[in-house]
Every structure is written in structure tokens, then in C-alpha cells.
């Protein structure tokens, strides 16, 4: 079992910056990717960013690319996301996510979850 806390969310206006962390326990070492998804009202869950635990891959949905960054910190088992020149539509609840087998981006994908750490950009 592993277990995901997430931290880091907030309030922040349009154009300004935000780092969410995620922090892995339990059988961490045993995980093939960490990724982040996210959902806003009234939408479905979707994917935003994917790292490898044990190579330097990354992979950024379209949406995001240029402005969110996922990066590790593998002795502390934690995942991050830099989010920079946040805008309205990326208000949502952000979810820290875990893999056993192979990238998921589609939350049916997904193993573990975290429970969830709101972000709202003001306009």
C-alpha cells in the first residue's frame, strides 16, 4: 500500500505562482510513476503531469506545458508541482496520483490517490 499527502494549494491571483507537493509512504519504492490530475467544477477529472520514479521522464498535458513543472525528490519520496503564470480556468481541487505498472492518464488508470488540495486563481 502506499499512501499520498498532498500539500501546497491556495488562493493566488492570475499570473502568480504556486508549488504542490506530495508526499509518498508506505511501499513508495515499489511505484513506476507519480503523477498530479485535477478537477474543476463541474468537470471531470484530468490529468496534468506524469514523472517516472526511477528515470528522468516527464510527461506535461497540453494544457499546462510551458507553465506547470513536475519534479522529485526521491530521497524524500515527495513529488512537486511548480505552477507558474496560473490562470482562472486552472482553479480546481489537485490530486497527487501513483502508478504501479505504467503511465495513466486517465484517473480509471490510476492506483493510489491522495485526497486532494483545492487551488483557486482570482481574476
Known amino acids: 500500500q502506499v499512501q499520498l499527502v498532498e500539500s501546497g494549494g491556495g488562493l493566488v491571483q492570475a499570473g502568480g505562482s504556486l508549488r504542490l507537493s506530495c508526499a509518498a509512504s508506505g511501499s513508495a519504492f515499489s511505484l513506476y510513476a507519480m503523477e498530479w490530475f485535477r478537477r474543476a467544477p463541474g468537470k471531470e477529472r484530468e490529468f496534468v503531469a506524469a514523472?517516472?520514479?526511477?528515470?528522468?521522464?516527464?510527461y506535461h498535458a497540453d494544457s499546462v506545458k510551458g507553465r506547470f513543472t513536475i519534479s522529485r525528490d526521491n530521497a524524500k519520496n515527495t513529488v512537486y508541482l511548480q505552477m507558474n503564470s496560473l490562470k482562472p480556468e486552472d482553479t480546481a481541487v489537485y490530486y497527487c496520483?501513483?502508478?504501479?505498472?505504467?503511465?495513466?492518464?486517465?484517473?480509471?488508470?490510476?492506483?493510489?490517490w491522495g485526497q486532494g488540495t483545492q487551488v483557486t486563481v482570482s481574476s
Open positions: 496520483a501513483a502508478v504501479r505498472d505504467r503511465l495513466a492518464t486517465t484517473p480509471a488508470q490510476v492506483n493510489y
Open positions: 514523472i517516472r520514479w526511477s528515470l528522468r521522464f516527464t
